[in-house]
């Protein structure tokens, strides 16, 4: 597999390791019905101020392997963002960059190597926190699409490429002074196994346009192909079927064989006639539709064919055309025609993603910008916002009703703001976790929360669009069926706004649109949160603990380094060394803070319940090692034991 090389790659791709490991320090709590409280809220969903890299490091005790969907919008590197590289990296080329901004293309020849060092240690730990039905979309442009796939690559392996989505993201003709006017954005999509699939979206009344019900049957059902592939691999399906409209066979289309096996193929076309199996020596016939000679094709392989005279299957088949329902597998053209086969409505699916998604589908630049503007009073607080709607779509096809949702270069809280609006629509309890390294992330990150869970001033008007029927060459016989759905739309909807255009023509489809004033607050969508800032690192300068982080930070971060599981147990009075029992494994840590612990067989008895095998984490250990090998006991040294990650 080709590789990507770069200065700084042989130090980068281990750093994610060497990241001191610091606790989050809660700040406050923020709930919609009780916006002034100072108490944790309860809610699951957090906001998290400071440097990614190190926060993610902080999220693994808790999250790691439970995240369903990540998206992050890092920056493009485009020269125009004033980024800095800030890692302290332990290289001296790298360490040359530190708090250095980074320039456009031309004026600083490090700009790529930079954004590829910034990237790929917190691509490693994205990876680390995604659970094994997990997704990340990760928003970028044709700067750096080239390079950011080739790391993707190799952190998440190629087998785990899902798609380069195309977002289009303007609505509007560009009239750049120079070269191609981009009005696109990638959105790359890699999973943590390659058996990942997009969920799928609701169906629309569009896609069950060409869904008909001529025959009676019990449900609606469009025309498919009858045939397979794979004629050569499948010869057994490889054979003639007599219409009994013309006597003509029918054999299925070059390199192709019938879809189901000739048994239950049998059994359908039975319902036009009586048919029987008969050899008819046409294997010159389908040694050409296998494209194999003739000498080789399958023998044996019999004809349906008619069991009754031509006039008479003739008679029974025209009854079942005329009165219905006809078989799955029917003949085209009144009879006359080959073989189709039913696909019923009810079996089919929602709408599988493409790689091309519309703004207006998932929205533009320009309405992120007036979304935003919306929310804080009639200004724009963040430069390059993404429209929530284009997160929500994420939300929908990556997430289960009940998912954890991650972005860790969070800027205006969109994502935050998507999983709130998806929550709403399906009764969701998706919990979103937002991470912000700018100052901004109390003043704009958090308030955009704050106001969309609690609701927002708001006065002027708020459109929806009611309904919209796209204009092509199949659909344009039903302009006027289009227009009397827009008029009943209309009027249905009469009360809910303050004015209803007439249907308009609109990016080539007939569209509906309400407005509404509002004069006074727009609706929150409830919810809360929870603020906090980096804090201490646990372990200090001198490798010792870091006993100012309290005694339950330290708990969680043991417990994980032995177990890479979140600590759930919460400490008992009674056993308060206790940390919790997994496979068979009970876990203990003898901690007192400011006073030396030691293992002895006196105080064994911090074991409360019995287990196949014992860690128990102590300043000092007095049993003698055959004796803990005899009692199932590993015994570890605080803090030279603890392992760092």
Same mark, same amino acid.
């Given at each position: 597999?080709?590789?990507?090389?770069?200065?700084?790659?042989?130090?980068?791709?281990?750093?994610?390791?060497?990241?001191?490991?610091?606790?989050?320090?809660?700040?406050?709590?923020?709930?919609?019905?009780?916006?002034?409280?100072?108490?944790?809220?309860?809610?699951?969903?957090?906001?998290?101020?400071?440097?990614?890299?190190?926060?993610?490091?902080?999220?693994?005790?808790?999250?790691?392997?439970?995240?369903?969907?990540?998206?992050?919008?890092?920056?493009?590197?485009?020269?125009?963002?004033?980024?800095?590289?800030?890692?302290?990296?332990?290289?001296?080329?790298?360490?040359?960059?530190?708090?250095?901004?980074?320039?456009?293309?031309?004026?600083?020849?490090?700009?790529?190597?930079?954004?590829?060092?910034?990237?790929?240690?917190?691509?490693?730990?994205?990876?680390?926190?995604?659970?094994?039905?997990?997704?990340?979309?990760?928003?970028?442009?044709?700067?750096?699409?080239?390079?950011?796939?080739?790391?993707?690559?190799?952190?998440?392996?190629?087998?785990?490429?899902?798609?380069?989505?195309?977002?289009?993201?303007?609505?509007?003709?560009?009239?750049?002074?120079?070269?191609?006017?981009?009005?696109?954005?990638?959105?790359?999509?890699?999973?943590?196994?390659?058996?990942?699939?997009?969920?799928?979206?609701?169906?629309?009344?569009?896609?069950?346009?060409?869904?008909?019900?001529?025959?009676?049957?019990?449900?609606?059902?469009?025309?498919?192909?009858?045939?397979?592939?794979?004629?050569?691999?499948?010869?057994?399906?490889?054979?003639?079927?007599?219409?009994?409209?013309?006597?003509?066979?029918?054999?299925?289309?070059?390199?192709?064989?019938?879809?189901?096996?000739?048994?239950?193929?049998?059994?359908?076309?039975?319902?036009?006639?009586?048919?029987?199996?008969?050899?008819?020596?046409?294997?010159?016939?389908?040694?050409?539709?296998?494209?194999?000679?003739?000498?080789?094709?399958?023998?044996?392989?019999?004809?349906?064919?008619?069991?009754?005279?031509?006039?008479?299957?003739?008679?029974?088949?025209?009854?079942?055309?005329?009165?219905?329902?006809?078989?799955?597998?029917?003949?085209?053209?009144?009879?006359?025609?080959?073989?189709?086969?039913?696909?019923?409505?009810?079996?089919?699916?929602?709408?599988?993603?493409?790689?091309?998604?519309?703004?207006?589908?998932?929205?533009?630049?320009?309405?992120?910008?007036?979304?935003?503007?919306?929310?804080?009073?009639?200004?724009?607080?963040?430069?390059?916002?993404?429209?929530?709607?284009?997160?929500?779509?994420?939300?929908?096809?990556?997430?289960?009703?009940?998912?954890?949702?991650?972005?860790?270069?969070?800027?205006?809280?969109?994502?935050?703001?998507?999983?709130?609006?998806?929550?709403?629509?399906?009764?969701?309890?998706?919990?979103?976790?937002?991470?912000?390294?700018?100052?901004?992330?109390?003043?704009?990150?958090?308030?955009?929360?704050?106001?969309?869970?609690? %609701? &927002?001033?708001?006065?002027? +008007?708020? @459109? #929806?669009?009611?309904?919209?029927? *796209?204009? $092509?060459?199949?659909?344009?016989?039903?302009?006027?069926?289009?227009?009397?759905?827009?008029?009943?739309?209309?009027?249905?909807?009469?009360?809910?706004?303050?004015?209803?255009?007439?249907?308009?023509?609109?990016?080539?489809?007939?569209?509906?649109?309400?407005?509404?004033?509002?004069?006074?607050?727009?609706?929150?969508?409830?919810?809360?949160?929870?603020?906090?800032?980096?804090?201490?690192?646990?372990?200090?300068?001198?490798?010792?603990?870091?006993?100012?982080?309290?005694?339950?930070?330290?708990?969680?971060?043991?417990?994980?380094?032995?177990?890479?599981?979140?600590?759930?147990?919460?400490?008992?009075?009674?056993?308060?060394?206790?940390?919790?029992?997994?496979?068979?494994? %009970? &876990?203990?840590?003898?901690? +007192?803070? @400011? #006073?030396?612990?030691?293992?002895? *067989?006196? $105080?064994?008895?911090?074991?409360?319940?019995?287990?196949?095998?014992?860690?128990?984490?102590?300043?000092?250990?007095?049993?003698?090692?055959?004796?803990?090998?005899?009692?199932?006991?590993?015994?570890?040294?605080?803090?030279?034991?603890?392992?760092?990650?």
């Amino acid at each position: 597999m080709p590789s990507l090389n770069w200065i700084g790659k042989e130090k980068i791709t281990t750093h994610h390791a060497e990241v001191p490991f610091r606790v989050l320090e809660h700040r406050y709590g923020f709930n919609s019905k009780c916006p002034d409280s100072t108490e944790a809220s309860g809610t699951g969903n957090k906001i998290i101020h400071g440097d990614n890299l190190a926060a993610l490091k902080s999220l693994l005790p808790e999250y790691e392997g439970r995240i369903d969907c990540i998206y992050i919008d890092p920056p493009y590197n485009t020269g125009n963002e004033k980024w800095r590289y800030n890692d302290n990296v332990n290289d001296p080329h790298i360490l040359r960059w530190l708090g250095e901004v980074v320039g456009a293309e031309g004026e600083d020849f490090t700009r790529h190597d930079k954004w590829l060092c910034m990237m790929y240690p917190r691509l490693v730990l994205l990876r680390q926190l995604l659970s094994d039905k997990g997704a990340i979309f990760i928003s970028i442009d044709d700067n750096e699409v080239s390079r950011l796939r080739t790391i993707c690559d190799d952190i998440f392996g190629t087998n785990c490429f899902k798609g380069d989505v195309i977002w289009h993201k303007t609505y509007s003709p560009r009239n750049d002074s120079k070269g191609i006017p981009t009005e696109t954005d990638h959105i790359l999509v890699y999973s943590k196994s390659k058996d990942w699939l997009p969920k799928r979206l609701e169906r629309d009344e569009n896609m069950d346009e060409s869904y008909r019900n001529p025959d009676n049957d019990f449900a609606l059902w469009t025309s498919s192909d009858a045939f397979a592939p794979s004629a050569s691999s499948h010869q057994g399906m490889v054979y003639a079927i007599q219409n009994p409209f013309t006597g003509k066979l029918i054999y299925p289309t070059t390199g192709r064989c019938w879809a189901i096996g000739q048994s239950d193929l049998f059994e359908i076309m039975s319902g036009w006639c009586e048919y029987e199996l008969r050899e008819i020596d046409d294997a010159e016939k389908r040694a050409e539709i296998c494209g194999v000679p003739v000498e080789t094709v399958r023998p044996g392989v019999k004809a349906i064919m008619l069991k009754n005279s031509l006039d008479e299957s003739r008679e029974k088949a025209q009854k079942v055309l005329e009165t219905g329902p006809w078989p799955r597998f029917y003949f085209t053209k009144n009879g006359q025609g080959g073989i189709r086969r039913k696909t019923y409505l009810t079996a089919v699916e929602g709408k599988l993603i493409t790689t091309f998604w519309d703004y207006t589908e998932v929205g533009h630049t320009d309405a992120a910008t007036k979304e935003l503007k919306a929310i804080f009073g009639g200004r724009s607080p963040f430069e390059t916002p993404k429209p929530s709607s284009l997160i929500e779509r994420i939300v929908q096809v990556a997430t289960d009703e009940d998912s954890i949702v991650l972005d860790a270069f969070a800027g205006s809280g969109s994502t935050a703001h998507a999983v709130l609006s998806q929550n709403r629509k399906d009764k969701g309890n998706r919990k979103f976790v937002l991470v912000e390294l700018m100052d901004y992330a109390e003043d704009i990150t958090a308030e955009r929360v704050r106001r969309v869970m609690a %609701g &927002y001033p708001y006065k002027g +008007k708020v @459109k #929806e669009e009611l309904y919209r029927k *796209p204009l $092509t060459a199949a659909t344009l016989a039903k302009v006027p069926q289009f227009l009397a759905e827009a008029k009943t739309i209309r009027e249905a909807n009469a009360d809910r706004f303050s004015k209803i255009a007439k249907p308009t023509v609109k990016d080539n489809a007939i569209v509906v649109i309400g407005e509404l004033d509002v004069d006074g607050t727009m609706p929150g969508l409830g919810g809360g949160f929870d603020f906090y800032e980096l804090g201490e690192k646990l372990f200090t300068d001198e490798d010792t603990l870091n006993e100012n982080v309290g005694e339950a930070k330290i708990r969680e971060y043991i417990y994980y380094s032995e177990t890479h599981q979140h600590l759930s147990r919460p400490q008992s009075p009674d056993y308060p060394y206790l940390l919790d029992y997994k496979d068979g494994t %009970g &876990y203990f840590f003898y901690y +007192k803070p @400011k #006073e030396l612990t030691t293992l002895s *067989p006196d $105080t064994l008895n911090i074991v409360p319940v019995k287990a196949d095998h014992y860690v128990i984490y102590a300043d000092i250990c007095t049993i003698s090692p055959e004796q803990l090998a005899k009692m199932n006991i590993t015994f570890k040294m605080i803090p030279r034991d603890i392992n760092r990650f």
